[in-house]
């Protein structure tokens, strides 16, 4: 149980242009979901939690016009990377949070690979 | 503000053998969760254990363990039995919501390499 899915798990765009990844949880309902970005050997960075129905919640530094996020349904989130140039090429996951008879819980995507040429 | 060390880079461990992989965090909150992920070279984020504070009883998931010393605040994990497959990226993680507002900060990561 509590499966997240990611898509695109890679994605090349051309400079300029916006790229937008999709997070789906398969079998729980998902209120609060996270997303994170990861540089090569390096560890996980929270940019953002979304909560389904309401506006998300960014980290410092993080610019909420160049990472739009959106959680319109207890499924699905997605992050939208607009104007993407070659700096924004990373790792993005996606994670949401769970319960379960041990409490709290979270899952994560299978990320995404973000290459801008 | 809440930070999370794991003061070794890289390990090995032979086969069959037991590795502790160390984890110490900074709060000045009372309750919150501790996890521990494992990201092997798939990069796919795979929850290995997770303990709430509150809870003194130190969790235990199969061949994985903690030892969880909340006054020190030492959060280490013990690995029975390695497996070659257990060779990956290991994350600790600190976790707190308060109001709504979720605080999840990963440390960076201790390479584990499990030997033949």
């Known amino acids: 149980g509590a499966v997240v899915s990611q898509h695109p798990s890679r994605v090349i765009c051309k400079s300029g242009t916006s790229v937008k990844i999709e997070c789906r949880s398969l079998d729980f309902q998902a209120t609060t979901m996270f997303w994170y970005r990861q540089f090569p050997k390096q560890s996980l960075m929270l940019m953002a939690t979304?909560?389904?129905?309401?506006?998300?919640?960014?980290e410092q530094g993080v610019e909420k016009d160049k990472f739009l996020i959106n959680h319109a349904s207890l499924t699905l989130s997605t992050l939208t990377v607009t104007s993407a140039h070659p700096e924004d090429s990373s790792f993005y996951i996606c994670s949401a949070r769970f319960l379960d008879r041990r409490g709290d819980g979270y899952t994560f995507g299978s990320g995404t690979r973000l290459t801008v040429v | 503000a809440q930070t999370v060390t794991q003061s070794q880079p890289e390990m090995s461990v032979q086969e069959a053998e037991t590795v502790t992989l160390s984890c110490t965090y900074d709060?000045?909150?009372?309750?919150?969760?501790l996890f521990w992920y494992k990201q092997p070279p798939s990069r796919q984020m795979i929850l290995v254990i997770r303990?709430?504070?509150?809870?003194?009883q130190n969790a235990t998931e199969n061949r994985f363990s903690v030892n969880f010393q909340k006054a020190a605040k030492s959060f280490s994990l013990k690995i029975s039995d390695s497996q070659l497959g257990d060779t990956a990226m290991y994350f600790c993680a600190f976790m707190n919501h308060v109001s709504g507002t979720y605080k999840y900060i990963f440390g960076t990561g201790t390479r584990l390499k499990v030997l033949a």
């Open positions: 979304s909560n389904e129905g309401s506006k998300a919640t960014y």
């Open positions: 709060t000045s909150e009372s309750n919150y969760y």
């Open positions: 303990q709430e504070a509150y809870k003194q």
